[in-house]
């Protein structure tokens, strides 16, 4: 994750939630101290625990951040994952912007981690897609990473993927693929999407770098695998779900690009409490 364009992020997140400023944190005297503390209220991975520093030092004033975990960590309920002291209306004006981003982020890393685990392939790795949220993409990509899966395309500006609508509009799969080659680079990868036998076959004859494989079944798709070069990227997508993402394990593909693990995540709930504080919770 880019900590500049990230720390651009934030900064405007922070200015959506503080305003002109935060009207409850006005009881306190500027200067006054606090420790507080992020606490895992659930059992997952953690993601985003940078961005507490980040946003602290987006709000100025002295701070200082002990980390309790890593990205990548599992966390256990009741787990410490940080401790924060510094002036108590700076701490709480970052609270709920930094657990906004964590416990989605976290969420997404738990899910990854999920998914990995249920696939259990030493061939196959799970990637994510683009289908994330407006202004959350290189935070909820990065989240992927932390859960051990890996990143497809960044946006529409990092790589071609050629669907059935620009397919149709060409005419085929190769003049597609010729008019795509024709337009960018040589180091950008040009990925097809082949929902048929005859596709595929297109496909490699029109030199794709990578062929996705389109709500195909695991059978079908070890068929159509023996129609890929081995130096062509292979990716399967659609109909693939975490119930049956186990029966994919021994497929061939080369990865699984899954959209739910960023539309359809559950945040990973995640407390942020002041020392003295009277909030309590079970363990």
């Known amino acids: 994750m880019n900590q500049l364009k990230a720390k651009k992020a934030i900064e405007s997140f922070l200015l959506e939630d503080l305003g002109e400023q935060d009207l409850s944190s006005s009881i306190f005297d500027k200067d006054a ?10 059992d997952g991975v953690l993601s985003g625990v940078q961005i507490i520093e980040w946003a602290y030092q987006l709000l100025g004033g002295n701070f200082s951040v002990k980390y309790g975990k890593k990205d990548g960590d599992s966390l256990k309920k009741g787990d410490i994952i940080a401790t924060v002291k510094g002036s108590i209306p700076t701490l709480l004006m970052g609270e709920r912007v930094i657990l906004n ?3 989605r982020m976290s969420g997404i890393a738990t899910l990854t981690k999920r998914a990995v685990d249920q696939l259990n392939s030493g061939v196959t790795q799970i990637a994510d897609t683009r289908k994330t949220m407006p202004g959350l993409r290189q935070f909820d990509k990065y989240a992927v990473t932390c859960g051990g899966g890996k990143n497809h395309r960044f946006g529409l500006y990092d790589a071609v993927m050629l669907k059935d609508n620009h397919i149709a509009y060409a005419g085929s799969i190769e003049k597609a693929v010729a008019a795509a080659r024709a337009k960018v680079g040589h180091t950008v990868k040009i990925e097809v999407e082949t929902e048929t036998e005859a596709q595929v076959v297109e496909a490699v004859k029109a030199g794709a770098d990578i062929i996705m494989l389109d709500n195909c079944p695991p059978e079908v798709i070890k068929e159509r695998i023996k129609l890929i ?44 409490n002041l020392e003295g504080g009277t909030k309590t919770w079970t363990y």
């Open 33 to 42: 101290e606090g420790v507080g503390t992020f606490v895992a209220k659930s």
């Open 229 to 272: 070069p081995a130096s062509i990227i292979t990716e399967a997508s659609g109909g693939i779900t975490l119930d049956n993402l186990h029966t994919f394990k021994d497929s061939g593909v080369g990865y699984i690009s899954l959209g739910c693990l960023t539309h359809s995540v559950m945040a990973l709930d995640i407390s942020f």
């Open 101 to 103: 981003l964590m416990q």
